[in-house]
């Protein structure tokens, strides 16, 4: 008989720990060598629940005494059968733990958890779960171990792809709070819009100067709410390359149709910032592509995109450098998130730039 596509799991929790199976004993195992919770498929006629305790009964010699419903898991691969996975939490038991057939079972500190070989969707469940969410609906798209989709309660999430220090693609997707919430190294455009100064002036060292355009970042943002930053920039999508990015984003924040050719490939920046959030730690670690726009800009013609973009401004670089140099030295994130490395080196790259337009 064809296994039930319904299935369920469950995490056990006591002392700040949750109960994990280490699948390490069957070689032919969707799961080999992965770090999962306690469950399996309903036998005929069983109900949710019904399936749950036999499953922690047979996997853990386990007796559950209560449990929560928490949420339900969709899984999808090209190839698979589609599984519906109810997904539970229970702290409490009775019985003593017994020897499984299916792996090893070990108490594992919540905060270890991401450290361990899991499939990258069940990072996402946990950290809903550690966060106390409601009854959730999580659809997980799989292409082999690779995530090629997640949606949470009918709404996608954002994937992006961890990349090298070069920029290549280190072979992981990975949900964009997990990457910011870990530091992981990704992908992004950052598009710098520049013009020859209006006065005609020279710059120190009798280059060119030049004004940069900057945006103002919405109030609701997730993070630097209210700074000043890149003309245009953002995350490279799970797939998606630096130039398309970039133009999508010059696109989206400010309304301009740039096209390939209109983007000076300037640079390419390593970068990383830590700081706190609506009470969570954000690490951002980012190897971006940095690009030029010299093509004409009125900032009347502009159509900001009003959940990212307040405003925007063009300012001097000389003096947007001076004050970004000055904010950098008392190590506080205040007026502006940029990074000051790339700023300085903007200076060089945009003057030789403009040389052509002025």
């Not at 940029?338 to 403009?354: M, R």
Request: glycine share 8%; net charge negative; charged share 30%.
């Amino acid at each position: 008989m064809e296994k039930s596509p319904l299935t369920t799991l469950c995490y056990i929790e006591k002392d700040s720990q949750y109960l994990m199976l280490h699948r390490v004993k069957k070689q032919k195992d969707v799961n080999k060598d992965k770090w999962i919770g306690i469950g399996g498929h309903f036998e005929q006629g069983e109900s949710p629940e019904e399936c749950l305790l036999r499953e922690v009964k047979e996997e853990t010699g386990l007796t559950l005494t209560g449990f929560d419903f928490r949420g339900i898991v969709t899984f999808f691969a090209e190839g698979w059968q589609t599984e519906y996975m109810c997904l539970y939490t229970s702290d409490s038991f009775e019985g003593d733990l017994a020897e499984c057939e299916e792996g090893e079972l070990e108490w594992v500190e919540k905060s270890r958890l991401l450290d361990l070989n899991l499939w990258e969707g069940d990072k996402i469940f946990f950290k809903l779960l550690m966060e106390g969410a409601p009854f959730f609906s999580l659809k997980l798209s799989y292409d082999g171990d690779l995530l090629t989709e997640a949606v949470l309660d009918g709404k996608p999430m954002e994937l992006l792809d961890l990349r090298r220090e070069d920029g290549s693609l280190a072979g992981k997707v990975r949900e964009r709070s997990m990457v910011h919430a870990s530091g992981d190294l990704h992908g992004t455009a950052h598009v710098w819009v520049v013009r020859p100064a209006c006065n005609g002036a020279a710059a120190p060292g009798g280059r060119p100067a030049f004004e940069v355009l900057l945006q103002k970042r919405s109030a609701a943002k997730d993070s630097y709410p209210g700074c000043y930053d890149i003309s245009a920039a953002g995350h490279l999508p799970a797939g998606s390359g630096f130039l398309e990015s970039a133009l999508r984003e010059l696109e989206e924040e400010l309304g301009i149709q740039a096209q390939p050719q209109d983007l000076k490939e300037a640079f390419l920046h390593l970068g990383y910032a830590e700081s706190a959030f609506h009470g969570k730690p954000f690490r951002n670690a980012e190897v971006s592509m940095v690009y030029l726009y010299t093509e004409p800009v009125e900032i009347d013609g502009l159509k900001l995109q009003e959940e990212e973009v307040d405003s925007v401004c063009w300012m001097e670089y000389e003096t947007l450098l001076s004050e970004v140099r000055r904010e950098a030295g008392t190590g506080k994130t205040e007026k502006y998130c940029i990074f000051l490395d790339e700023l300085e080196l903007l200076g060089e790259k945009a003057a030789a730039a403009l040389w052509h337009v002025v």
